[in-house]
């Protein structure tokens, strides 16, 4: 395999050998191109586990450190990103009280802030449901969203957001009162509007636009790694071929390149991105 001559960072990516084509697909990205990826922690669904103190998603942060460990064995460079996913609160508020439930969530999160005070992860994810919800649970997750800031800027760390399609923009002044840099929320799935980070899926109209205009963003896969659901929501090999496709077409330079997948990842998640 020749070396690359640049850096392609997927933003978002799950890993899951358990459930999913694990490594395989992993050596997919490496095949295309991609050098970097930020893999995700799953739901604690994913490991047939039922949440009822924060210390209950421990198993999944670990399971994800021991993937990141296997992707590693390929030649990827892997940034880990822990948190809970906000769709949990759904399934927790039907076991208990909406209050424990947010209780969970907030002691699952700050599980997760001890792995990147480790230097094990370098993020933390939540977020709130994307779909509709009752007031109260809204609330309860914005909550849950609040507690995440505080614990990112507590950590010195980014935080990755799972929200509504849209620019979230109420989201900002949560991280202002949570001191938080907004330019390190990254708003996953995102839009180009949205005064967050955007990290963008690799099919997005809006992308050579974007480039044309040197706005700051970076892109993701969001592969689901799930044998039910397979190439969902775009495949392992998106970001890369993407990657290579906007500079055979002339939309992105090699300059460009470098901005998006390693300057930019560098300055969001506190990392060095090199080849």
Request: proline content about 7%; some cysteine; aromatic content about 6%.
């Amino acid at each position: 395999m020749r070396s690359p001559k640049f850096p392609v960072t997927d933003d978002h990516i799950h890993i899951d050998p358990v459930n999913g084509r694990g490594i395989e697909a992993a050596k997919d990205f490496l095949r295309a191109g991609g050098t970097h990826i930020c893999l995700v922690s799953k739901l604690s669904s994913s490991f047939s586990i039922s949440a009822k103190l924060g210390t209950d998603y421990l198993p999944v942060f670990d399971e994800t450190l021991r993937v990141a460990e296997l992707v590693r064995e390929t030649g990827l460079v892997v940034f880990p990103v822990l948190g809970v996913h906000p769709a949990e609160i759904g399934w927790l508020a039907d076991r208990m009280p909406l209050a424990d439930a947010v209780a969970v969530m907030k002691g699952g999160l700050d599980c997760a802030a001890e792995y990147v005070k480790e230097g094990k992860a370098v993020a933390l994810k939540s977020g709130r449901p994307h779909y509709e919800v009752p007031s109260e649970v809204l609330a309860a997750s914005n909550e849950v969203l609040a507690h995440a800031l505080a614990l990112a800027k507590e950590c010195g760390c980014a935080l990755q957001i799972h929200a509504e399609t849209g620019p979230c923009a109420d989201i900002v002044g949560m991280a202002e009162n949570a001191g938080m840099p907004v330019d390190r929320v990254v708003k996953h799935y995102g839009t180009p509007d949205t005064p967050l980070h955007p990290s963008l899926i690799a099919k997005h109209e809006g992308i050579p636009q974007l480039i044309r205009e040197r706005r700051i963003f970076t892109m993701e896969s969001d592969y689901m790694d799930e044998n039910s659901r397979p190439g969902a929501v775009i495949g392992p090999k998106s970001v890369p071929r993407y990657t290579n496709q906007l500079l055979a077409s002339g939309i992105m330079t090699e300059e460009d390149c470098f901005r998006i997948h390693s300057e930019t990842i560098g300055k969001v998640y506190g990392v060095r991105v090199e080849i």
